[in-house]
């Protein structure tokens, strides 16, 4: 048998369409893979058979988690899994808040109590029977101790000229409405081992113990507290209010009170205020009365203002007339909160407001009109107080 012709070697031209053109055995594409012989003697190989290389099958990928970021951040694998954040809601919030402003409204008269004087106002000896309701003595000392050089400049107090009282006024709080009344400093009594004398003079004699039983004597009603504003209290606690509006019924020129100013409402600072309540020289023919009806006007604006729902809401208002009162005042023994709670709403809540009853622009009490009056007060039965018993001047109407 004739040798089969053998195939054609790589490379030749006619076949480089197969085999490409200067390609190496170890080629990308493909491998040749030669055959294995038929073990049979003189028969020759059968042609290389190529076989398509295939390439490797790579794994899917998988998604790569993200760097873990801080615990709680948007990238914590964690977050989301295990116990939730607590969140507090818009209405708990409210709530806090209340709760922290109501203990700042409570313990702020607290802590301005702790810093209160207090005075051993009530006199030894016999002393009119306990009382239906409840009476204050309200003082306004003109005592300048407490005062500084600049400020009896600017308050135009002038200096030092003894301890006497410049404001008188006794506030009931009962079943009846309540009274507010005016007493005259120049009030000409009887003063308790010293004669026949202008009432404020016994405050400068015996201090307040000779006062309230100077009052107690001479009234029959019964003193349940004490209360002592001096200048610059009363100034202090103007301002810490913002101002007042005072309502002058004329033009009010009194140099040595300070105090310039035109009739009608007008807003006032402490120093004006002081001037206004103080002035008697500005009304030559009512002078002390007129006086006495300016302080209760004072009284009233600052009662307002003090009650005021600005001073509820502002914090920093809310403080300083909590502060200006409570450095400034002095109170007797035994006056506690609850006593000068009364007294702070009594103030704002006058239904009545008067002069005790005098007979004359000298101020001498009306025997009969002013025994009726302070037994009204005595009996707590306010409200049977006839129409003219009460007036603005204390005269007759």
Known sequence: MADRPQGPEPGTPEYEWLYGKNRGADDDATRMIPQQGTGRRGQQPEPTRIIPTQQPRTAPR???????????????????????????????????????????????????????????????????????????????????????????RRFGTGGEVGKRTDTMMILHIGKGPNLLMSIPRDSIVDIPGRGSNKINASYSFGGPKLLVETIEQNTGIRIDHYVEIGFGGFVNLVDAVGGIEICPDRDMKDKDAHLDIKKGCQE???????????????????????????????VSAIGNKVVSPWTVINPVRYWRVNMAAATTVKVSDGTGPFALGRFAWGMTRQDLTCGVPIADLQVNWDEERSKKMFDYIAEDDTESIPEGLCSPTGLAE
């Open 268 to 298: 006032a600072d402490g120093v004006t205020a002081l001037g206004f309540a103080r002035s008697r020289k500005s009304d030559p023919q009512y002078g002390d009365i007129t006086r006495a009806k300016n302080q209760r006007s004072v």
């Open 62 to 152: 998988r998604p790569v988690a993200p760097p873990p970021g801080p615990p709680g951040g948007p990238h914590d694998p964690q977050r989301g899994r295990g116990r939730p954040r607590r969140r507090i809601r818009p209405f708990r919030w409210i709530f806090l808040i209340l709760v922290l402003w109501l203990a700042f409204l409570i313990a702020v008269p607290f802590f301005a109590l702790s810093k209160v004087s207090t005075v051993d106002a009530f006199p030894d000896g016999d002393r009119p029977g306990e009382q239906d309701g409840t009476t204050y003595l309200v003082v306004g000392s003109d005592s300048r101790s407490d005062l500084s050089d600049e400020e009896r």
